[in-house]
């Protein structure tokens, strides 16, 4: 009898335990990747302007030394500078002192109110990207009945006359995390800005596809060449709106319009 007690109390204990590490593994990966909630009519994106959190001051942080980034999920050395970094100076191959400098500022092309950072792709000779993971499924009977309309906007740009680029884009996915469509806008060419170092204002907009649930948000920094990823972006914003059917007066309008129309094109093709 005492046996019996004796396993029913550890059997307890080993399902309490499988519980907790179960529990855990499911914080850890929600963590992990984090999903945000939306508002209609709002900017969906959390920090989005690379204010929260602390800038790189100097353009060459590394593995642990890059800051901490809140709501994003990056990859290599992905990170934030602060505007009028200071730059710093390598010994490059052949052994000559190279500096790394006129980083973005206050003086360069860019928003008006840009704060004190902005996204970076990083102090190393590599691509990086950073994602973050929005929930719309609180926007399903507008977006399932083709009313839910997206404005995608950012201000990204580059250095100098190097090629590094910048992409920002949309994933819609359905409620199985299947991908439905997708949508981006990309960073000016070294022409476009006029080979100076900034940023110029990019959008697009679109109607967000029915069905769809989440929206993975991706910034990805493709590193060309140069001694660092001149990757630069800033005031992300992804607004998703209401947009009403037309009425049945708007229509009428319409087919009347076009019905005058037509009606003088053959009017005029009679005169003599």
């Given at each position: 009898m005492n046996q019996l007690k004796t396993f029913s109390f550890y059997s307890q204990k080993i399902a309490t335990a499988g519980i907790a590490l179960i529990a855990g593994i499911?914080?850890?990966?929600?963590?992990a990747s984090p999903i945000y909630a939306a508002t209609l009519g709002q900017n969906l994106i959390l920090n989005g302007d690379a204010e929260q959190g602390q800038g790189d001051p100097i353009g060459n942080a590394v593995g642990t030394d890059i800051p901490f980034i809140p709501a994003w999920i990056p990859t290599n050395s992905f990170s934030v500078l602060q505007y009028g970094a200071t730059g710093f100076e390598f010994t490059n191959p052949l052994g000559n002192i190279v500096a790394v400098s006129a980083l973005p500022d206050a003086n360069s092309s860019g928003p008006i109110v840009r704060g004190k950072n902005l996204f970076f792709g990083g102090a190393n000779r590599s691509s990086s990207s950073t994602h973050q993971l929005i929930d719309i499924s609180d926007f399903t009977s507008i977006i399932d009945s083709g009313e839910g309309a997206y404005d995608l906007s950012a201000w990204l740009g580059g250095y100098d006359t190097d090629l590094d680029n910048v992409k920002f884009s949309l994933d819609f996915l359905n409620k199985d995390g299947q991908s439905l469509n997708t949508a981006f806008i990309a960073s000016p060419?070294?022409?476009?800005?006029?080979?100076?170092?900034?940023?110029?204002?990019?959008?697009?907009?679109?109607?967000?596809?029915?069905?769809?649930?989440?929206?993975?948000v991706a910034l990805d920094m493709n590193y060309v060449r140069g001694r660092i990823n001149d990757g630069y972006a800033d005031n992300l914003s992804l607004v998703i709106t209401k947009v009403p059917e037309p009425s049945i007066s708007g229509l009428l309008l319409v087919s009347l319009s076009c019905l005058m129309v037509c009606k003088l094109r053959r009017n005029r093709q009679l005169l003599p």
């Open positions: 499911s914080s850890s990966i929600l963590l060419t070294p022409d476009e800005r006029n080979n100076t170092t900034g940023l110029l204002f990019k959008s697009t907009q679109g109607f967000v596809p029915i069905g769809a649930r989440q929206i993975n």
